[in-house]
């Protein structure tokens, strides 16, 4: 029989979504990476940017073409590159990041217990903390949300 109880995994949200400040910085950005790792993770975000879409179809079909095989994910990462150098500038970048990041947090709300891993380590100390975050995120920049 375990002594462990069952934990409140809502503690960790806010709005529906994991707030990342409810864990060390090194805790959410090893729970970010492994998510971006997982197949398909960095194209579901990636793919709501909707107009680079077409770009990585192409990017796809290309590869296949060279005897190639691409995921969707190596091809949005080729083609989010391809954007970032030829503009110069990581507008892109902080987009992309952005809704996969969002896709992440609600997808942590959504299955807590397969992060369990991360969050468990982490309850226990919160419990005791009092829930106050750990640092302050440093929110993508997206249009409209910039200072005046």
Not at 22 to 51: I, S
Not at 54 to 62: G, L, S
Not at 75 to 104: F, H, K, P, S
Not at 133 to 148: C, H, L, T
């Amino acid at each position: 029989m375990s002594s462990r109880r069952e934990r409140d995994y809502r503690k960790f949200m806010v709005d529906g979504a994991l707030d990342p400040a409810l864990l060390p910085p090194k805790v959410w950005d090893t729970l970010f990476e492994e998510y971006q790792a997982k197949e398909g993770n960095f194209y579901k975000g990636f793919k709501r940017l909707g107009v680079l879409r077409y770009d990585v179809e192409e990017e796809i079909k290309k590869a296949e073409a060279e005897g190639k095989w691409l995921t969707e994910d190596e091809a949005a990462r080729l083609v989010l590159y391809e954007v970032i150098d030829e503009m110069g500038n990581d507008m892109w970048w902080q987009r992309t990041m952005a809704l996969i990041e969002e896709e992440c947090r609600k997808d942590v709300a959504w299955r807590p217990k397969a992060y369990a891993n991360h969050l468990d380590a982490v309850y226990d100390e919160q419990e005791e903390r009092g829930w106050q975050p750990y640092w302050e995120p440093a929110r993508w920049i997206m249009p409209g949300n910039q200072p005046s």
